[in-house]
Structure formats: C-alpha cells, structure tokens
C-alpha cells in the first residue's frame, strides 16, 4: 500500500448527505458541481449548486494489486501524478478540458481518450463506488475486484449517466502499468487508404493504442515492449510525431478543433464505416479517431439530419457545442421508458441534475 497521507483529504459526507436529504424533502433540484470543466458537455440544469469539490483524497492505493479508491472531488490531475510516480496510469486516459477537473466528472460523464479503443472505456475500469442516494444514505456496489457482483452491477451503471441518479462519493478503479516504451508516426495517406490499413493491422498483433487520421495524415501511437514497437515502427515506416498530438487530441486542443467556429460533433460509428455522405461537408471537415470509429465533425448540417444518417450506419451522434438543439441522440421509446423507470425508482423526486441527459429525466 502507498502512504497517501501528504495529499490533500477531507471527508465531507456527512454534509452531502444532509443537503440531499433536506432537497429531496422539499423537492428541490440539485446541480451537481465538481470542477465545472464538462459543464459544456450535456444539457443546462437549473438547481441550487451541490459541491462535491472538498469531498476529497485518496482512500487507499495499492500499487501491487493495481487498484486505487479515491473521493469523487478529488482533482484528476493529483491522481494521475499519484499513479504516475508508481509508474502506473489510467489506461482510458480520460479528458481533463481544464485543470480543475475532477475524479466524480470523469466518472459521470463517461468520456475516453484515444487508448479506449484497445483497452477499454472508464466505465471497464470501475471496480466499485460509493453513492449517496436521493435519502442521503450511502449505498455500496461492487468492490475491490474484477469479479465482485452476482447480478446486475449498479457501480457501472452510474458511469456517463451525468449524475442523474445519484451522487458519487469514492471510487474503486483498476489501474495498469505505464507501458515500457512508446512512438508516434504519421504517415501521409489518403482517408480510404488509412483505413484500409487499420483494418489490416487490426488483425495482427501490432502494439498499436491510439489511431486518428487528419489533413491527409495517418497518426499512430505504438507502445509496449521496447523490441516490439521498435520493430513495428521499423515496419510500419512514417516520420516522428510529437507525442503531445494525442494529449492535445483528447483535450480537444487540435487546430482543427479550436479555428472553425462551427458546431462541434461526435460521431460514434461501427468500425470500418464508410464515409457518411454529409451535406456541405468537405473532408477535412472531419478528423477520424479510434481507428475511425469514432469521428469528429465540424458543420452547421441539421442536427436532425445527421442524426438520421448516423443511425442508418448503426451509430449516433453528440454535440458538444452549448446551444445547438438536443445534444444526446433521442432514445428510441422502449429505451426510453426503461430510463424514466430506472430514473424514477433511483431519484423519485427528481433532484439529481434534472434534465442534465434528456429534458424529461
């Protein structure tokens, strides 16, 4: 176990479960708050602020069995630098979009970076957490193991659901070693061409996590063994890439992110998805990520009309820009009548972030 004494802790439970209780009596409306850095990301609510931010430290870590448990408020960053000194990582490698990001909005919304592809999603990595329920009573779900729920597990159920069900209080996540050595490429190839490559590649035992194509440019990250990427970089060929693209890929700091005032989109696609026929957009209007299946599109096209185009391909599609309509795909009925289920047992007075997903939960 790592002493973790010398990192900032306070334990304001008691607090938070008082609040809830009170606002669930009068029916009052909460609006979750950590480190305000993914407000953008979802619908507005409006309620009295519930700061989650002085609920913080972390609880144990346990560098040998890879498992760390930390409060919600606790800055993401000050856990990253914590398993980094262990040489360890979250593999996920989750969006910070600011420096007051939190352990509880991570968690809450949900979001990976560019390894997700090849080792999973937050929500793979949750072990078990601690949640405040709409009575203020703490409420445990699974635990310190991979392996830990007989039945439905609730913990992973509260990931990306934007607070809405409850409050998050501590976490248990699996943690990985940092990989031994690692290399950035770009090779310059067409959009088809490139995905015609990763489609090859996936089929083979490459040490490739992370894969975005833009500006006519493929952009690989290998890591693994020292021998292994040295090879595959050998075979692969390209020039050298600054390895800070991918840092500035997930915190959305890309040029093509930050000079084109147009709406903001996410595209979640099946692997190997030809290019949808958007109109009045052009190819450089989109930047492809995890090997294509996740796409980011820049257009003032009808939030209707994409959204159309993205199901026929079996996805969906989010915007990230404040404003622009809906930003979550509307759930098909039988989906949705299963939320407002889920939503009404969970918080029956509707004072978690109501409204903060869809505007009738």
Same mark, same amino acid.
């Given at each position: 176990?790592?002493?973790?004494?010398?990192?900032?802790?306070?334990?304001?439970?008691?607090?938070?479960?008082?609040?809830?209780?009170?606002?669930?009596?009068?029916?009052?409306?909460?609006?979750?708050?950590? !480190?305000?850095?993914?407000?953008? +990301?979802?619908? $507005?609510?409006? &309620?009295?602020?519930?700061?989650?931010?002085?609920?913080?430290?972390?609880?144990? +870590?346990?560098?040998?069995?890879?498992?760390?448990?930390?409060?919600?408020?606790?800055?993401?960053?000050?856990?990253?630098?914590?398993?980094?000194?262990? !040489?360890?990582?979250?593999?996920?490698?989750?969006?910070?979009?600011?420096?007051?990001?939190?352990?509880?909005?991570?968690?809450?919304?949900?979001?990976?970076?560019?390894?997700?592809?090849?080792?999973?999603?937050?929500?793979?990595?949750?072990? &078990?957490?601690?949640?405040?329920?709409?009575? &203020?009573?703490?409420?445990?779900?699974?635990?310190?193991?991979?392996?830990?729920?007989?039945? +439905?597990?609730?913990?992973?159920?509260?990931?990306?659901?934007?607070?809405?069900?409850?409050?998050?209080?501590?976490? /248990?996540? $699996?943690?990985?070693?940092?990989?031994?050595?690692?290399? /950035?490429?770009?090779?310059?190839?067409?959009?088809?061409?490139?995905?015609?490559?990763?489609?090859?590649?996936?089929? $083979?035992?490459?040490?490739?996590?992370?894969?975005?194509?833009?500006?006519?440019?493929?952009?690989?990250?290998?890591?693994? !063994?020292?021998?292994?990427?040295?090879?595959?970089?050998?075979?692969?060929?390209?020039?050298?890439?600054?390895?800070?693209?991918?840092?500035?890929?997930?915190?959305?700091?890309?040029?093509?992110?930050?000079?084109?005032?147009?709406?903001?989109?996410?595209?979640?696609?099946?692997?190997?998805?030809?290019?949808?026929?958007?109109? !009045?957009?052009?190819?450089?209007?989109?930047?492809?990520?995890?090997?294509?299946?996740?796409?980011?599109?820049? /257009?003032?096209?009808?939030?209707?009309?994409?959204?159309? /185009?993205?199901?026929?391909?079996?996805?969906?599609?989010?915007?990230?820009?404040?404003?622009?309509?809906?930003?979550?795909?509307?759930?098909?009925?039988?989906?949705?009548? +299963?939320?407002?289920?889920?939503?009404?047992?969970?918080?029956?007075?509707?004072?978690?972030?109501?409204?903060?997903?869809?505007?009738?939960?």
């Amino acid at each position: 176990m790592v002493d973790t004494t010398a990192i900032h802790s306070h334990d304001a439970l008691a607090s938070l479960a008082t609040r809830i209780a009170a606002a669930n009596a009068a029916g009052t409306p909460l609006r979750i708050e950590g !480190g305000s850095s993914k407000t953008f +990301y979802g619908r $507005k609510v409006q &309620g009295e602020t519930l700061d989650v931010s002085e609920h913080r430290g972390i609880t144990s +870590y346990d560098p040998v069995e890879l498992i760390v448990s930390v409060r919600t408020g606790t800055p993401l960053a000050e856990l990253e630098a914590l398993l980094d000194a262990q !040489g360890q990582m979250l593999p996920f490698e989750p969006p910070h979009f600011g420096p007051r990001a939190t352990v509880g909005g991570m968690i809450a919304t949900g979001l990976s970076g560019p390894r997700r592809p090849w080792v999973g999603a937050v929500r793979d990595f949750v072990l &078990g957490m601690r949640v405040l329920d709409h009575r &203020g009573q703490e409420q445990r779900f699974g635990g310190e193991v991979m392996k830990n729920v007989a039945g +439905y597990d609730l913990s992973r159920l509260m990931v990306a659901a934007q607070g809405t069900l409850g409050l998050i209080t501590e976490v /248990s996540l $699996k943690v990985l070693p940092k990989p031994g050595s690692q290399a /950035s490429l770009r090779l310059e190839t067409t959009r088809q061409d490139a995905m015609t490559r990763l489609a090859e590649w996936g089929r $083979k035992p490459l040490p490739i996590t992370a894969a975005a194509w833009l500006d006519g440019g493929l952009h690989l990250r290998l890591e693994g !063994g020292p021998s292994s990427v040295t090879a595959t970089r050998q075979s692969i060929g390209g020039d050298e890439l600054d390895a800070g693209f991918w840092t500035d890929l997930r915190e959305l700091r890309l040029t093509f992110f930050s000079d084109d005032p147009r709406p903001l989109w996410r595209l979640s696609l099946p692997t190997n998805t030809p290019p949808l026929e958007l109109p !009045g957009s052009a190819e450089n209007d989109v930047l492809h990520d995890w090997a294509g299946s996740q796409r980011w599109l820049k /257009s003032e096209i009808d939030g209707e009309r994409l959204r159309e /185009s993205c199901a026929r391909a079996g996805g969906h599609a989010t915007c990230l820009t404040p404003g622009i309509g809906e930003p979550f795909t509307p759930l098909e009925p039988v989906l949705a009548k +299963y939320h407002r289920e889920l939503k009404a047992r969970l918080d029956p007075n509707g004072i978690f972030n109501p409204g903060r997903l869809y505007a009738d939960l």
